[in-house]
């Protein structure tokens, strides 16, 4: 079936940058839709933005113009700029992938999760 593995989370100060990266092996490298859900202590998981085959976006309001998403069909990955780092922005970020709708209105793979935390 494969995997979905994230890689990029860490530490950084309220204005910085990172960029995630979700590399899909087996049959989810094929799939059409793939994106990144975050999950706030206390909250629920929250699609943060998400991407088909084709290139089309789509983007949670709290994050419309200051992350990117982006896709490597090529390399079956999936990544995630974020600049203009909030504290809010603080989370564990989920790569997924399946969702059979658009924009996704559920996702069928998960990974890991990787940790991102935005504080000075």
């Known amino acids: 079936q494969g995997q979905l593995v994230e890689s990029g989370g860490g530490v950084v100060q309220p204005g910085g940058s990172l960029r995630l990266s979700c590399a899909a092996s087996?049959?989810?490298?094929?799939?059409?839709?793939m994106g990144w859900y975050r999950q706030a202590p206390g909250k629920q998981r929250e699609l943060v933005a998400a991407?088909?085959?084709?290139?089309?976006?789509n983007y949670a309001d709290s994050v419309k113009g200051r992350f990117t998403i982006s896709r490597s069909n090529a390399k079956s990955t999936v990544y995630l700029q974020m600049n203009s780092l909030k504290p809010e922005d603080t989370a564990v970020y989920y790569c997924?992938?399946?969702?059979?709708?658009?924009?996704?209105?559920?996702?069928?793979?998960w990974g890991q999760g990787t940790q991102v935390t935005v504080s000075s």
């Open positions: 087996g049959s989810i490298s094929s799939t059409n839709v």
């Open positions: 991407i088909t085959s084709g290139g089309s976006t």
């Open positions: 997924s992938a399946g969702s059979t709708r658009w924009p996704p209105t559920g996702m069928n793979y």
